[in-house]
């Protein structure tokens, strides 16, 4: 296996928890929290665009955002521990532009599926991952919740793919075989990525 040089993290559920987010856009939208993520689980089960909560619900889609505050613990003890194996870490997501500023200086690259113009799990979103990286994607470890937008398109590119467990997507979707690696936290991943 090709030594790695970078890691890539997804964005929602991966180094952001989206309870948060969810809750504030429910409020929002004026409709249960409860109901919100009922629907939400719906959705995940049938691999449909989580997008698609608010025309189920019948309601236009409310302004919501996340904020640092909605880091999990684990992902800044992580980034620094990948930094110090000389790894470059990048954060890239299904998000809007704003998500970039908000994770300025925490990561070495950014990117945005609204900036990018294009969403995973698009090949064309993974080639444009690699690019942004700079280096091959035998190189990349690709960290996601989701093995339908994640796991298979990062595998498929050629990146090695880690699947973490957490938020809805990690949870349902576990034990898939697609992933190259599987974690529960990221405070497993540093350790776990000098084994490979």
Not at 88 to 108: I, K, S, Y
Not at 155 to 174: D, E, F, T
Request: proline letters at 6%.
């Amino acid at each position: 296996m090709t030594a790695l040089r970078a890691v890539v993290f997804d964005v929602g559920e991966t180094l952001i928890d989206e309870t948060g987010l969810w809750e504030r856009a429910a409020d929002a939208a004026g409709v249960p929290r409860f109901t919100v993520m009922g629907v939400l689980g719906g959705l995940i089960v049938r691999e449909e665009p989580h997008t698609e909560v608010w025309r189920t619900l019948g309601v236009s889609h409310p302004a919501s955002s996340w904020t640092l505050a909605d880091l999990y613990p684990d992902a800044l003890f992580c980034i620094e521990a990948l930094r110090a194996l000389g790894l470059r870490v990048c954060a890239v997501g299904n998000t809007p532009q704003e998500t970039e500023g908000l994770l300025a200086g925490v990561v070495d690259v950014l990117g945005s599926s609204e900036r990018w113009g294009v969403a995973k799990p698009s090949p064309a979103f993974f080639a444009r991952v690699i690019d942004a990286v700079g280096v091959g994607p035998a190189e990349i470890a690709y960290v996601g919740d989701r093995v339908d937008n994640d796991i298979r398109p990062a595998r498929s590119a050629g990146m090695v793919a880690v699947h973490i467990r957490r938020g809805p997507w990690g949870y349902l979707q576990s034990g898939s075989k697609d992933a190259d690696l599987q974690i529960s936290s990221l405070s497993e991943l540093p350790a776990r990525l000098t084994r490979l």
